[in-house]
Structure formats: C-alpha cells, structure tokens
C-alpha cells in the first residue's frame, strides 16, 4: 500500500516485530512461561481457568508448553496485575468472549474478501492492519467516554 496513507501511520511496524523479538520462539516451558510473563501461580492458574490464557499444549517432547500469542497476552495481565488492577475485574474479559468472537469472524470477513496479494498485503500484514483500525476506533471511544483518561488520578 502506500505508505504515506494515514492506515500506514497507524501500522505499528516497529512495535509488533519488537513484541515478536522479545518472545522467544518454540515451545515455553510453564516454569519459564511464568518467569518470562511476570504472572504468579495463582493468577495464572486463574487466566487458564477462565479460559484467557489456553490451556498448555504438549511439546515435542512430552511436556506442557505455551507459544508466544500465549506469553504476550500473559504478560498483558500481568501488566494489569502490577498496576493493581485485581483479578475480579481481569477475569471479567471473559465477558467480552462474543465481543472477540464477532471481531475474528470480522477480521475473516475481510481476509475472505482481499482480492490483491503483494507484499504489503500479505496475510500478517492485514491481520496487523485490522488490529490497528480496531485499536484506533476504540481509542476514539475512550477519548469520547472518557476525555481525561490519561490524567493521573489521586
């Protein structure tokens, strides 16, 4: 596409592949899955039980394991945990399951429908584009819904 375009502006190029350096690659042992997230047993225990972490698969060795997707999302609730943010309201992301759900069958609606293959718009190219417009118009919701957002408080 072109890069001057403001979608292009808004492509985090230098943010996912950064995110995607510092997972290693391959299986994640569960011992080195919660050093690497900064999540404790307990909350762990609970993202997985809740279904917001997936179970661990089994590596080809035998053993259960995470995969990268698995350890950056790990390391976003532990974000949240760190800032305080208690599992009562992180558990309540299951809520939002059917939110996902439409998302992803949004986000096939649009993959089905491109017709152009290039380098740019190849498939991981267009799942990071789509991550983007979503990211955008719920930043404008929050900027709407909440004006001093970023203000600290107390």
Not at 17 to 43: K, M, V
Not at 84 to 109: C, D, I, M, N
Request: cysteine-free; proline content about 7%.
């Amino acid at each position: 596409g072109d890069p001057t375009s403001p979608l292009a502006a808004a492509l985090p190029a230098e943010a996912s592949s950064s995110t995607a350096a510092s997972a290693p690659a391959g299986p994640i042992s569960i011992a080195d899955f919660l050093s690497q997230s900064g999540l404790d047993d307990d909350l762990y225990d609970n993202l997985v039980s809740a279904g917001l972490i997936r179970r661990p698969r089994t590596d080809p060795d035998g053993a259960p394991a995470h995969d990268r997707r698995d350890l950056t999302a790990a390391r976003a609730f532990a974000r949240f945990a760190e800032a305080g943010v208690e599992y009562q309201l992180l558990g309540r992301h299951t809520e939002y399951s059917p939110l996902s759900k439409a998302e992803a069958l949004f986000l096939a609606e649009h993959l089905s429908s491109a017709t152009r293959s290039t380098s740019s718009t190849h498939t991981g190219n267009l799942v990071i584009a789509f991550d983007a417009i979503r990211r955008y118009l719920r930043h404008l919701e929050l900027e709407e819904a909440y004006p001093d957002w970023r203000k600290p408080q107390g």
